[in-house]
């Protein structure tokens, strides 16, 4: 069941990543804009599908490799730092934690093969562990907030370069989804309170940003 679970969700995701993909190129900036709205509606019906579909069943993993010693205190790990708060003034948290899960696994071999490591605890997080096994990257999904951590007490320099290309690029992808085409708040994943500069502000908090 699972297995058929998984490869009939790759083919969907994969289908519907190529067809925006496509249109993006080919599209007129009005068919571009309508492109936008129906790739945010789409991320947030299928996040409240898996939601619902996946609820206490494995299905809803990527894998469950967070360590048991690494308990939770308080919505953060014991020896983690905390890097990035980004407050959300509204947030379709299952629709946005699915485009950030289908972006994260897909930075697993940036910038070399096999680098990073994605697993989930939770609905509510996702995990990059690194390779060296230095550090990990903890993004954690509330309705208040998106929470980026910091596992581990000495990481590698090269964690550390890498860990700022991951961060870079995910704020990259928020800042996409917040301001990104003529699409209405109420129909975005993500809008942020006023000023409105939370990304930038950051990104300033990224180890050699």
Known sequence: MIPTVNLIVTFLLMSVTNAFTTSSHRATMSRSDHSSTMQMSFFDDMG???????SGGEEAKISSTTPSEDEMADGTYTGSKRIITIPAKTMKMGGLRLYCNLYLMGVQ???EKGCWKASKSDDSEVNLRYVDLSGSIIIQFSEE??????????????????????LNGFLDELN??????????????????EPGNQLEQARG???FG
Do not use: Q, W
Not at 48 to 54: M, Q
Not at 181 to 189: K, P, T
């Open 48 to 54: 409240k599908f898996f939601d619902n579909f996946g």
């Open 145 to 166: 907030c998106i929470t980026v951590d910091r596992l581990g007490s000495s990481p590698s320099n090269k964690y550390l370069m890498h860990e700022s290309m991951i």
């Open 205 to 207: 908090a990224i180890s």
């Open 109 to 111: 071999n940036t910038p």
């Open 176 to 193: 996409a989804i917040v301001y990104e085409g003529d699409v209405s708040d109420e129909n975005r994943l993500l809008t942020l309170p």
